[in-house]
């Protein structure tokens, strides 16, 4: 018998935390927090332990699916690229490329392949027709730190270690773990900020896991948190609260914020956020009087019309306090690797709105289109109209807004191709299913979630089982895909294409003047990164290049050598103040008041004169699931049916809804009927729906999830309800109306 331990970081959510596998003849037995991980601690949540179940799991995609007809076939991988090939070279012949659509999903910033791959292979693809869950997420954020700080990615993180007064404004944590916030253990590491005197005041609708241990809870009507935060910060300047401390010199447009928000004192806001004008006075003197203090927000206050707005107040508030990038604060990681803020320099000016939608629009946001119009760019006839589809780790037909419109958008397109582990919702429309090794199978590096870590640190998981015969690693795949997509064919030499893909990273550092290996030769730097391929050899390089790396040797420092022999991680340290180096704007200051920002004050004022809806919806998440794709694990989906309607007491009573029946619940976009649960942990005249359900659909072949489906929440998140600015959908803050009916959905 042969038993030994692996470490793998696990790669479901944005913690990253060390896992410790027992693996035994071949197969891994238990999985344990890795207490010698130099960042996580040991620390561990029900999802890490389902990696094994996830590995084992029969529904899991081994070989590559075709369709013919209604029902999948198992190909060989020659085969299922000849059909890739087939399929994508169609529509583009018969319709053209801008026929032709991608859409990368979450998991995809998850490993390797999706952050260094899958946008080649999207650029190949040379349409405008680029999706991905972005625009159900952060996108946002990304939007605001971009125009206040020069780089997408220039992302503040409370620095939770340190801070002693924290506010969290639609995130929860220990449900989630974090998110735009890597930190493993959150719930530990918010308990200990209690623990030393510290205090947390959570913003949300609903009494969440994260509100019941705050210190104070204030319960705020959905889609108001904009209107929260302009009283804030209002309420900083009349009280003579703003002090900039470290940041004095370092900002421009104080003057024009303080104009902005001078029309929203306290008392304007209060009754349509629902939180007294005391409390939102109190809020910004605490925040203003906290020596490490930091405000936060997450996906309640990104997917919402107004979420570009919010997420800019939230920074706005923190500058203002003296909170930005101070210790305890807000502050900026700085990632091992290819952090694009690394180098000081000049960026490039944001520009936003560069193109078009076809049919409603819709402004480009950093190269993308926003995925609420994907069900109308593909069902609207005309010039441009997506034929063709390509996925890779996504599920769109649950994760994005347009419920059964989108459902028959998928089943009516002329090829689609899917980069999926599972034949679910969506990737049963695709003609190929061409499935990556599991994650025991490979190798990992958190590209993404080091740019957005409380402490820096650089950890590499080796592959703990080998792969299947013949299966290709992931990027393989997405890189045959690009070949595809450049005429070469389904049997493109993907070796020298990774080749190229390496050099393009080297050229990029290189040109860059203040780089260590600014002007030295690409083929020296190609050859010296040998025998390494594929993300191991880009990683290498990133490292190296990196602001904690040896440079090729021309300074102490690590590169991917030094921390695969470190199996626990190394750790880089605590985040450092990051200003004004970290800044890209063309000012080389922050920007307090961008001129989108400013001018989209006024859509605010529009949409405050409406009427309030009387019943609005809003999402949860639980901590046994990971939006729509872990509810085929038994020992994630088990128990009590988690897809519940959250309902008031109050609102029950009136509306003749019982614990434990069925309410009929109707938006513009369309209706579903879901288990009531009622419960006084959410504020009256909201309720609540868990979204990435509704398993039972005709070819899902995914038996626990299919046993136990629940209802698709897009159903009833309306498509043409975005954030202008940023192309997010509104998923919460949803008019509804509910009816009692008699029986569930099954
Ligand atoms: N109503 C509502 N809708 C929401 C949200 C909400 O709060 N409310 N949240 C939004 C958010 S934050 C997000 S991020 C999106 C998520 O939106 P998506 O990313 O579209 O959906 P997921 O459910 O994460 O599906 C991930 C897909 O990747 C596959 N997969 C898993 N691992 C891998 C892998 O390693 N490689 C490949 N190739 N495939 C893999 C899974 O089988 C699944 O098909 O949903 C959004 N939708
Ligand atoms: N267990 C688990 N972990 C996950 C995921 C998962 O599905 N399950 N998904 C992952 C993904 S993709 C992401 S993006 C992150 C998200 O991470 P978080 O942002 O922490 O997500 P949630 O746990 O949904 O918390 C959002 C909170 O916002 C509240 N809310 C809704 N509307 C409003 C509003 O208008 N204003 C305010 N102030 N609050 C509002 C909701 O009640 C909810 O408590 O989680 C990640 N981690
Ligand atoms: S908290 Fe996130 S990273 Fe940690 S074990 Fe759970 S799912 Fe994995
Ligand atoms: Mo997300």
Same mark, same amino acid.
């Given at each position: ?13 944005? @913690? ?34 389902? *990696? ?22 198992? %190909? ?7 059909? @890739? ?7 583009? %012949?018969?319709?053209? !490329? ?141 009280e003579n609260l703003v002090r900039l401390r470290h940041l004095e ?10 104009? @902005? ?23 910004? !003197?605490? &925040? ?31 500058? &203002? ?30 520009e936003l709105h560069r193109w078009r939608s076809r049919v409603s ?55 689609m191709v899917s980069v999926d582990v599972y034949r679910n919702e969506?990737?049963?429309? @695709? ?16 590209? %993404? ?15 703990? &089982? ?13 890189? !045959? ?28 550092? *290189? ?46 420092? *690590? ?123 959410? !504020? ?58 008699? %029986?569930?959905?099954?």
């Amino acid at each position: 018998m042969d038993t030994n331990t692996a470490l793998r970081i696990c790669p479901f959510c944005e @913690a990253t935390c060390g896992l410790s596998l027992t693996v035994h003849d071949g197969r891994v037995t238990e999985v344990r927090g890795d207490e010698d991980d130099v960042f996580s601690q040991g620390y561990l949540c029900p999802k890490g332990v389902a *990696i094994t179940e996830l590995h084992d799991d029969p529904d899991r995609l081994r070989e590559p699916q075709i369709r013919r007809g209604d029902t999948f076939e198992s %190909a060989s991988w020659e085969e299922a690229f000849e059909v @890739a090939d087939e399929t994508l070279s169609r529509v583009i %012949a018969q319709h053209g !490329r801008q026929a032709l659509a991608f859409y990368g999903g979450n998991p995809n910033t998850h490993n390797i392949s999706g952050t260094l791959y899958t946008p080649v292979m999207a650029r190949a693809a040379a349409t405008q027709h680029i999706y991905s869950a972005s625009t159900l997420d952060q996108m946002p954020k990304h939007v605001a730190v971009a125009l206040m700080y020069g780089d997408k990615f220039s992302i503040p993180v409370p620095d939770v270690d340190r801070c002693d007064y924290l506010v969290i404004m639609g995130a929860d944590p220990l449900s989630s773990n974090g998110s735009l916030w890597t930190a493993p253990d959150l719930p530990g590491r918010l308990r200990a900020l209690k623990a030393r005197g510290g205090r947390l005041v959570v913003i949300d609708p609903r009494r969440s896991r994260t509100a019941k241990i705050a210190d104070r809870h204030l319960g705020v009507v959905p889609g108001t948190d904009q209107l929260l935060l302009l009283g804030v910060a209002h309420t900083l300047f009349a009280e003579n609260l703003v002090r900039l401390r470290h940041l004095e010199g370092q900002v421009q447009g104080i003057d024009a914020v303080r104009e @902005a928000v001078a029309p929203y004192p306290a008392e304007r806001v209060a009754a349509r956020c629902g939180i007294t004008a005391d409390d939102i006075r109190t809020l910004a !003197r605490e &925040l203003a009087g906290a020596e490490r203090g930091c405000l936060y927000g997450r996906i309640g206050t990104t997917t919402q019309r107004f979420g570009t707005l919010t997420s800019w107040l939230i920074e706005v508030i923190n500058v &203002l306090c003296g909170h930005l990038d101070h210790e305890g604060g807000a502050m900026f990681p700085l990632g091992a690797a290819g952090h694009r803020n690394a180098l000081p320099g000049v960026g490039r000016p944001i520009e936003l709105h560069r193109w078009r939608s076809r049919v409603s629009g819709m402004g480009e946001v950093f190269s993308e289109l926003p995925s609420a119009c994907l069900a109308e760019e593909m069902d609207t006839p005309g010039e441009g109209q997506i034929r063709g589809l390509i996925t890779v780790a996504g599920n769109p037909a649950r994760s994005a807004p347009g419920g059964a419109r989108l459902d028959q958008a998928l089943a009516n397109l002329d090829g689609m191709v899917s980069v999926d582990v599972y034949r679910n919702e969506t990737t049963r429309h @695709a003609n190929v299913i061409l499935p990556p090794p599991s994650q025991l199978q490979r190798p990992h590096f958190d590209l %993404a979630f080091n740019l957005l870590a409380v402490r820096n640190t650089a950890r590499w998981s080796p592959a703990v &089982l080998p792969p299947e015969p013949g299966q290709p690693d992931e990027w393989e795949i997405v890189l !045959r895909l690009a070949g595809i997509l450049a005429g070469q064919g389904p049997k493109a030499d993907v070796m020298a294409m990774d080749d190229f893909v390496a050099l393009n990273v080297i050229q990029r550092e *290189i040109a860059h003047p203040a780089s260590p290996l600014h002007g030295q030769d690409p083929a020296e730097l190609l050859a010296a990164l040998a025998p390494r391929r594929g993300p191991e050899r880009i990683i290498d390089f990133l490292l190296r290049s990196g602001p904690y790396g040896d440079a090729f040797g021309q300074r102490e420092g *690590i590169s991917l050598d030094a921390v695969q022999a470190a199996p626990h991680g190394i750790d880089l340290g605590a985040l450092q103040p990051r200003l004004p180096g970290v800044l890209l704007t063309a000012s080389g200051a922050i920007e307090l008041a961008p001129a989108a920002l400013i001018a989209d004050l006024d859509r605010l004022e529009r949409w405050e004169a409406d009427d309030r809806p009387p019943l609005t919806l809003i999402g949860r998440r639980h901590l046994r699931s990971n939006n729509s794709w872990m509810h085929n694990l038994p020992m994630l989906n088990s128990g009590t049916n988690r897809c519940t309607l959250w309902v008031h007491p109050d609102d029950a009573a009136s509306l003749g809804l019982r614990d434990g029946g069925f309410a009929e619940i109707t938006a513009s976009a369309g209706q579903v009927t879901a288990e009531v649960e009622v419960t006084d942990a959410i !504020r009256p005249g909201v309720v609540s729906l868990p979204h990435g359900w509704g398993h039972d659909t005709e070819g899902v072949d995914m038996s626990v999830a299919r046993g136990r489906p629940g209802v698709n929440a897009n159903q009833l998140t309306d498509p043409t309800d975005i954030d202008p600015l940023s192309g997010t959908v509104a998923l919460n803050a949803i008019p509804i109306s509910l009816s009692p009916v008699s %029986a569930g959905p099954l």
